[in-house]
């Protein structure tokens, strides 16, 4: 399921409204980023963003479906990344509109992460002798 140039090019056009993008490679498709949040997926051809129990109903109502795979055992697992509505896969307007619901989505799928502490900051210990 490779990525293409031109498809890529596409996307970020057709999602220019929401700012830079950035197009990462992963696992034979491509992760779309604004802001460092990851709110789309491309397989192939297709631009798939991402829901949750917030925006699920307005995929569903748009006539979306998830992104589904074959997982080694041969067993298909669905994402909870939904194919971008077909009315908005040539409407910038409507394609941004439906890409804000997914950064909104992965912004509230964000977990704070760990804060890491510097060696300076933990204060003394042994390795100070």
């Known amino acids: 399921m490779a990525v293409s140039e031109d498809f890529q090019d596409h996307v970020r056009e057709l999602l220019a ?3 830079p993008l ?14 460092g949040a990851m ?11 991402k829901i949750d129990d917030a925006s699920q109903a307005a995929f569903e ?5 998830p992104f589904v795979f074959t997982m080694k055992d041969g067993r298909a697992a669905a994402m909870r990344y939904w194919r971008l509505p077909d009315e908005a896969a ?4 409507e394609a941004v509109r439906w890409a804000r619901l997914a950064v909104d989505a992965a912004l509230r799928a964000k977990k704070p992460g760990k804060t ?3 060696r300076a900051e933990t204060g003394p210990g042994p390795w100070d002798d």
């Open 61 to 65: 109502a748009a006539g979306s479906g």
């Open 17 to 19: 409204g929401l700012g």
């Open 90 to 93: 040539d409407d910038p307007d």
């Open 116 to 118: 890491r502490t510097r």
């Open 22 to 35: 950035a197009i990462k490679r992963m696992f034979g498709g491509a992760g779309v980023y604004v802001d």
């Open 39 to 49: 709110f789309g997926l491309i397989a192939g051809e297709t631009l798939y963003l």
